[in-house]
């Protein structure tokens, strides 16, 4: 993928147990998942990849343009995650990121829920996973 504009957006991300945990601070565009799209193949590699989970931190205006939404929905669709936490606690506009998260998570046929709380997200995801 050529990358044609700057990287909206900045990502870490980090591990614990079978758990990856994203920091994601939007808005983001198609550059910004390209380039977290190859940490995450980079993380999976560290877990379990059949038996894994995500807790998505987001911050800021976390949102995507629909082009950039579509290219991560196509990359969702390949991976194996069990479940998906959404911490909506940092999101200048929760409502938008919970809608454009549960429209890309119901696409990609993945299991998900919304979180104020990385403690309860974290045990909903570890129930996940057991």
């Known amino acids: 993928m050529a990358t044609n504009f700057p ?3 900045n990502f870490e991300v980090s591990i614990e ?7 994601c601070q939007g808005p983001w565009n198609i550059e ?7 940490d995450l193949i ?3 590699k560290q877990v379990n990849p059949s ?6 931190i987001t911050a800021g205006e976390a949102i995507g343009t629909a082009e950039a939404m579509e290219y991560h929905i196509n990359f969702l669709k390949q991976g194996n995650t069990k479940a998906v936490a959404i911490n909506l606690a940092c999101s200048d506009v929760p409502s938008s990121t919970e809608n ?3 429209i890309a998570y119901q696409a990609a046929n ?6 104020l709380d990385n403690n309860k997200a974290m045990s909903w995801l570890k129930k996940q996973l057991t």
């Open 32 to 38: 910004f998942f390209h380039m977290l799209h190859q």
């Open 110 to 115: 993945l299991k998900h829920e919304f979180f």
């Open 51 to 56: 038996n894994y989970a995500v807790l998505l």
């Open 42 to 44: 980079s993380a999976v």
């Open 7 to 9: 990287v909206h957006g």
């Open 100 to 102: 454009l998260c549960r």
């Open 17 to 23: 147990e079978d758990i990856l945990i994203l920091k």
